[in-house]
């Protein structure tokens, strides 16, 4: 397996004497994303997000099977991360790199740990028939900031997914196919986000938002705060490295907050956009066996 | 282009019609990069683009862009030193392809006492002296006939860019305004920028560029990276000049 390239001493002085003048190499400011894009598929749950040169692919899909013995009443929700050798020629299938592991764990914990989505109402017969809701995480490009868009893109992608509707009559359950009844949103309960500080400096006290593969190359510690735009934090990674001042940390999550209510307000619009787009003649409210409650 | 009918695109595999094969009595025919010769007397390109041919020089090549640099001899290049070994230093030029190798005396003045110490991570600028399909290419920052480095040597300081393989040829062009239809750098320290700057830009597809100021390097680096990934045409590097320029005052 080919190693990770480094950048070479010229470049990881310079940009840390940049950062310490308060300058980045694309003329961002220090708590300043790169643009960040999401397109929808023509299938319901897919989500493409791109920031700057990172881009994430996630797929969510669901299907029925057995509940696991210890949870009857639970459905299963799995989020199955994969850093394919496209991403680059250091990452190996079937060996998880150390920044894949992370990233798996931070977005189990930040989605699927929050109770983002009710598992309970994934249930359909209890003990024997439950859904199985799956969101698969493609990286195709990496350029910094994985944890971000990454999070972003799994949060979108269920959003926007539709599972089959269902029905139980007299002991039998019957799924629908789209043609029969329009598919139904899952039971979505808050929207987290996830923003990752890094810090640089000898005491790291400089810190930056969406740091880009340079500068992650070079950052003493970074700090992931998963957040929804309510304030509620889901869970706060700060994994080695070097030691931050509580004060600062306090701030970033202060600024955290900011970045997680854009972020929900941008998904908000891209998900009213999509369903005017599909709701061609208004006949959408008609088709859906859904309550408003 | 006013030139279009004498670039004509071609793609792989395509005929070259015969009327552009420069035609010469006394000189030998040279195929640059991008072409092919198959006995006894078929040329084919091998890669997309445009084909340049030189009448007077008897030769012809095909421009093209890409991001795969593989090295060729007489190259300029900008390598990172990997390690270093008994009389080697071993330098990568491209992530993930084999490393090159630099003696350890063929810097301007080197003996065994007076070489450069150079450790891993420092960049080096060179030049590509073998380039053979099988082996690994060797690099040299002194010329073997004459012993001077001509600006070829370790560099300090200063950062680095990567730009596609295209715009550094254009960047490299003796006349980069004219044929590369590239002006950002000369705006830059001309009357627009008034900055001060040097650069180095390597075939490899990195471009180093150093200054005294820090912001001069930051916005030398981003009108580079954007003329390059917007493919931006003179008028345009004026104005995106004008406005980096703006934006930092």
């Known amino acids: ?293 | 282009m006013a030139t279009a009918n004498s670039r004509p695109t071609v793609l792989p595999g395509d005929e070259i019609d015969p009327s552009l094969i420069p035609q010469s009595k006394n000189k030998p025919l040279r195929l640059g990069p991008g072409l092919r010769h198959i006995p006894p007397n078929t040329i084919l390109p091998t890669v997309a683009g445009q084909l340049i041919t030189l009448p007077h020089k008897s030769s012809m090549w095909v421009e093209y862009n890409s991001n795969r640099y593989t090295p060729t001899a007489s190259d300029l290049i900008i390598g990172t030193i990997l390690r270093s070994g008994p009389d080697f230093y071993y330098v990568s030029l491209s992530p993930y392809t084999a490393s090159a190798t630099l003696p350890h005396l063929s810097f301007e003045g080197a003996t065994k006492k007076t070489r450069p110490q150079l450790v891993p991570g420092s960049l080096v600028y060179a030049r590509v002296t073998l380039a053979n399909k099988h082996m690994d290419p060797e690099l040299e920052c002194a010329s073997a006939s004459t012993g001077k480095a001509d600006g070829l040597g370790p560099l300090t300081g200063g950062m680095v860019f990567d730009v596609s393989l295209g715009f550094a040829r254009r960047l490299l062009m003796g006349r980069s305004r004219q044929e590369g239809k590239v002006e950002v750098l000369e705006l830059l320290g001309g009357d627009e920028g008034k900055l001060s700057f040097e650069t180095a830009v390597g075939r490899n597809g990195k471009v180093w560029v150093g200054s005294e100021n820090t912001k001069t390097v930051v916005i030398v680096g981003r009108a580079l990276k954007e003329t390059d990934e917007k493919g931006l045409g003179v008028e345009a590097q004026r104005k995106l000049v004008r406005r980096l320029v703006k934006e930092t005052r």
Request: proline share 5%.
């Open chain 1, 1 to 293: 397996m080919p190693r990770e390239v480094e950048p070479s001493l010229n470049e990881k002085q310079f940009v840390l004497q940049a950062l310490q003048e308060n300058l980045r190499l694309d003329g961002r400011e220090i708590d300043q994303y790169r643009p960040l894009e999401l397109t929808f598929g023509d299938q319901y749950g897919v989500a493409d997000v791109t920031l700057g040169k990172t881009r994430v692919l996630a797929k969510a899909s669901a299907e029925v099977t057995v509940p696991y013995t210890d949870r009857p009443l639970d459905g299963i929700f799995t989020i199955a991360t994969e850093l394919s050798p496209m991403t680059s020629p250091a990452f190996e299938l079937n060996r998880p790199t150390e920044t894949e592991v992370l990233l798996s764990r931070l977005l189990e914990k930040t989605v699927r740990r929050s109770n983002a989505l009710d598992t309970e109402s994934l249930c359909l017969i209890a003990g024997q028939k439950c859904w199985s809701v799956r969101v698969d995480v493609h990286v195709l490009s990496h350029d910094g900031n994985l944890i971000d868009a990454a999070c972003f893109a799994v949060v979108a992608a269920l959003r926007h997914f539709r599972k089959p509707d269902t029905s139980m009559e007299g002991g039998v359950l019957t799924v629908y196919t789209p043609a029969e009844r329009e598919p139904v949103p899952l039971s979505w309960l808050h929207s987290p986000f996830c923003i990752t500080w890094s810090f640089f400096g000898d005491q790291g006290e400089i810190a930056l938002l969406d740091a880009t593969w340079v500068e992650e190359q070079i950052r003493v510690a970074s700090c992931t705060i998963s957040l929804n735009r309510h304030g509620e934090i889901c869970q706060i990674a700060k994994l080695g490295g070097t030691p931050v001042d509580a004060v600062a940390l306090l701030q970033c999550s202060g600024v955290a907050l900011t970045k997680a209510k854009e972020f929900s307000t941008y998904l908000d619009g891209k998900l009213a956009e999509d369903t005017k787009k599909r709701n061609k003649g208004g006949l959408l409210a008609e088709l859906s066996a859904e309550n408003d409650r």
